[in-house]
C-alpha cells in the first residue's frame, strides 16, 4: 500500500514570492495535517482538513492557506514568502477524526533566497 | 514553557547498549502518546503509539506512560547502528492536532 507522497521534494523561490505544496495521503484516509519542521524548533502543527473542510489551524500567520480537494489529496499555499519560511514541510494523514495515528510523508523542502 | 519538553541531545551509545528516551508535559488534557523515528532528510515514521497510562511492548521497542507524573519514556533494547535518528515524542487529546517535542538525536556507535 503506498504512503504519503509530497511533491515536490524540493522547492527553491525567492522572497516575496508564492509557494505551492502538494500531498496525497494514504488510500482511506480523509484527514490531512500539514506541519512545518524549521531547524531547531520541531513540528509545529500548520493546518488540519478533513472532507474538504479546515478544522483546525495553528499559530501560522494568513498566507499560509490550503485546501482539500474531493480526492482528498491537499495542497499548501504559502504567499509572501519569507526567509524565515524556509524549513521542511511535512504531511500527514489519518483515518477520518483519528488523528492520533498520523502516519507523515517524506516532505518538501522549501528554501527562500 | 512549552507543552512538551524533550532532551535535544545528542545520546550517544555504543551498539548493544539499552536507550531510554524521555519527554515530559504540561498538559494534563493529552491522552494519546506516540513516538516517532526521523531519519536525517526523511518524514517521521511512526514507531509507538499509546492510549493512557501503561507499557506497549514491540519487539525491542518498549513504550511507557506515566500520567501521574507526566512522563513518558521509550526503551530500544540491544541498539544497532541503523536506530541511529532522531526521536520524537508527539502526544494530543484525541481528535486534534499532534504536539511534538523537539526531538533527540540518538547515535548508535558500532
Known amino acids: 500500500e503506498a504512503g504519503v507522497t509530497q511533491s515536490p521534494t524540493h522547492l527553491i523561490k525567492t522572497r516575496g514570492q508564492q509557494a505551492t505544496l502538494r500531498c496525497s495521503p494514504i488510500s482511506g484516509h480523509t484527514s490531512v495535517y500539514w506541519y512545518q519542521q524549521a531547524l531547531g524548533l520541531g513540528l509545529q502543527f500548520l493546518l488540519w482538513y478533513d472532507e474538504g473542510e479546515e478544522r483546525n489551524r495553528g499559530n501560522f500567520p494568513p498566507r499560509f492557506s490550503g485546501r482539500q480537494f474531493p480526492n482528498y489529496s491537499s495542497e499548501l499555499n504559502v504567499n509572501a514568502l519569507e526567509l524565515e519560511d524556509s524549513a521542511l514541510y511535512l504531511c500527514?494523514?489519518?483515518?477520518?477524526?483519528?488523528?492520533?495515528?498520523?502516519?507523515f510523508g517524506p516532505g518538501t523542502r522549501l528554501t527562500v533566497l | 514553557q512549552k507543552e512538551v519538553e524533550q532532551d535535544p541531545g545528542p545520546l550517544s551509545v555504543p551498539e548493544g547498549a539499552i536507550v531510554s528516551l524521555n519527554c515530559t508535559y504540561s498538559n494534563s488534557a493529552f491522552q494519546y502518546f506516540m513516538w516517532y523515528r526521523q531519519y536525517s532528510r526523511k518524514g517521521p515514521e511512526l514507531l509507538m503509539y499509546t492510549y493512557s497510562s501503561g507499557n506497549k511492548e514491540d519487539g525491542r521497542f518498549t513504550a511507557q506512560v506515566d500520567k501521574s507524573s507526566k512522563y513518558i519514556s521509550l526503551f530500544i533494547r540491544d541498539s544497532q547502528p541503523s536506530d541511529s535518528a532522531t526521536y520524537l515524542c508527539?502526544?494530543?487529546?484525541?481528535?486534534?492536532?499532534?504536539?511534538f517535542g523537539t526531538g533527540t538525536r540518538l547515535l548508535v556507535s558500532p
Open positions: 508527539a502526544m494530543t487529546r484525541g481528535f486534534q492536532k499532534l504536539v
Open positions: 500527514a494523514s489519518s483515518l477520518a477524526y483519528s488523528g492520533d495515528t498520523q502516519y
